[in-house]
Each structure stands twice: as C-alpha cells, then as structure tokens.
C-alpha cells in the first residue's frame, strides 16, 4: 500500500520560512499533479499549491510570490518551500498526489506561524 510521508513542519515566527517534503513509499504509476493542500479547524481543506507532470503550477492567490513548489520524479517526492509566512498560513498541511486512477494523501504536518 503506497504511504505518502511528510516531513519539515514545525513552528517559526513570522517573516521565516519553512521547506516541507513528500515522498511516497512506491512508485505510483500514471501521476497527474502533485501537490499541498492545508486545513484549518472548521474550515474545508483548500489548495495551497499543485504542479503537474509537466511542471504547470497553480498557486492560491494568498500564498503567490511567497511560496513554491516542485517535484522530483524520481524519488516520487514533492517539496513546498514556503517563505515570508505569515500567523494566517498557520494549519496543518497535506501531501496529495492524484494519479489517473485516484488520490493519495499524507497523514498532515502542522505548520504553525507566532506573531
């Protein structure tokens, strides 16, 4: 059963930075997009960032010019590099690869940002 492990979450103040990484346990056959998505309590889990095989990214307006993603195909590991954070991007983020056939998600990494 293919695992998608999260790593490089954490606390940071405000103006820092943070780099998370996902990697899956398999290879994972047919991968349309790559990607982060991030929850906060009572609030459905919204897009933070996604890349597709070919590398088109698509970013949510609050996160555009301050965060950036990308993948390594070989490894089946995707990265956010996420700068300039703010108190608001504090949630807890998720791993999503969809392949052709369905998504895979990693069990969530918190992120939090003190003032």
């Known amino acids: 059963q293919v695992k998608l492990v999260e790593s490089g979450g954490g606390l940071v103040q405000a103006g820092g930075s943070l780099r998370l990484s996902c990697a899956a346990s398999q290879s994972i056959s047919s991968i349309n997009y790559m990607g982060w998505y991030r929850q906060t309590p009572g609030k459905p889990r919204e897009l933070v960032a996604k890349i597709s095989t070919g590398e088109d990214t698509n970013y949510a307006d609050s996160v555009k010019g301050r965060f950036t993603i990308s993948r390594d195909n070989r490894k089946i590991t995707v990265y956010l590099q996420m700068n300039s954070l703010k108190p608001e991007d504090t949630a807890v983020y998720y791993c999503?690869?969809?392949?052709?056939?369905?998504?895979?998600w990693g069990q969530g990494t918190q992120v939090t940002v003190s003032s």
């Open positions: 999503n690869i969809r392949s052709q056939w369905r998504d895979y």
